[in-house]
Nanobody, 128 residues
Framework: QVQLVESGGGLVQPGDSLRLSCAVSGITLDDYGLAWFRQAPGKEREFVAAISMNGVSTYEADSVKGRFTISRNNGRSTLYLQIHNLKPEDTAVYYC?????????????????????WGQGTQVTVST
């Protein structure tokens, strides 16, 4: 059974940094693309970033470019999202997702429908 478990969220102040982690079990991570999405209160879920099987290709939403960095450690079966200069508009539940059908993508993998497995989410709240 494939499981994804996010951690690292919390209450932070504007300008702070945070690193989210997603531990994956029940599957060998090497062959699959991974991504982060987020959902703010009252809004639809949105794509944040994605990374190919070997980490060579990454994709970031325009709204987070320059502040968010996605990475992975296949040996540790873990996906990461490093976030710098947090803003109140980054407040959301952050979800990791796995695409069991693709190791890499020919176009930016921004659609949630691509992903076959999801974590339960971790809350990030940015507030003074």
């Amino acid at each position: 059974q494939v499981q994804l478990v996010e951690s690292g969220g919390g209450l932070v102040q504007p300008g702070d940094s945070l690193r989210l982690s997603c531990a994956v079990s029940g599957i060998t991570l090497d062959d699959y693309g991974l991504a982060w999405f987020r959902q703010a209160p009252g809004k639809e879920r949105e794509f944040v970033a994605a990374i190919s099987m070997n980490g060579v290709s990454t994709y970031e939403a325009d709204s987070v470019k320059g502040r968010f960095t996605i990475s992975r450690n296949n040996g540790r079966s873990t996906l990461y999202l490093q976030i710098h200069n947090l803003k109140p508009e980054d407040t959301a539940v952050y979800y990791c997702a796995l695409d069991r059908y693709h190791a890499f993508w020919r176009t930016a993998p921004t659609s949630g429908s691509l992903y076959t497995h999801w974590g339960q989410g971790t809350q990030v709240t940015v507030s003074t």
